[in-house]
């Protein structure tokens, strides 16, 4: 399925930063997706440290992606990219290489653009998450709702709750910045098990 946003997600600022975001392409296994992000710093781009692009679901970030400004380096799962190169990172739902990453800067404006391949499916409800962090550790984000139809052949409650249980083993919860040794126990599992199929018990029942 295409997912092309009709707007940029509506960045929630703080005093010093903005930032938005968008996602195009096929939201399926072994296609491609044009990730991009725009943060703006009234101060200039020179003031931003860090870009961060999240999948969330129902609160658990499944993956997580960061720019380093200064390093341009991208990271995804345990490895990281640099800009230009041929090296390519792999996380929980994305493959990422150096090739395709694309900077571009002006006045108080930075873009990031690259392409991700999907090893996973993104799950439905997900969201992408677009962060902005600056040299003080400021920090603005917005948020985009992934675009995936479920019918037939969708995934399902028990593929979702997979997912979630894979990027738990791979170190999920970074968003939350829980430390690498603490692991998941089986009654995290059920806890979001049961948490998912509340939620959406209850969105259905809205709608």
Known sequence: MLFAPTGAAL????????????VTGALERGSEITIRTTASHPDGWQSLSRLGIELDLHGVVLEDLGYDIGGQTLRAG???VLA???NTAR????????????????GTDLTLSFRA????????????RFIAEDDDGEEASSALKAAVEEDGGGLGLTTV???VIGALLAGGFIG?????????????YSSLAGRIERERTATEGRT
């Open 117 to 128: 391949a999907l090893i996973e499916e993104i799950p439905p409800d997900a969201r992408f």
């Open 11 to 22: 960045a929630q600022t703080s005093d010093a930063l903005q930032v938005h975001g968008s």
């Open 176 to 188: 939350g910045q829980l430390t690498a040794s603490r692991k998941p126990k089986s009654s995290v």
């Open 84 to 86: 230009g190169t041929g």
């Open 91 to 106: 996380g929980q739902f994305f493959r990422v290489g150096g090739l395709g990453l694309r900077v571009t800067t002006a």
């Open 161 to 163: 709750i997979l997912a």
């Open 78 to 80: 345990g490895g990281t």
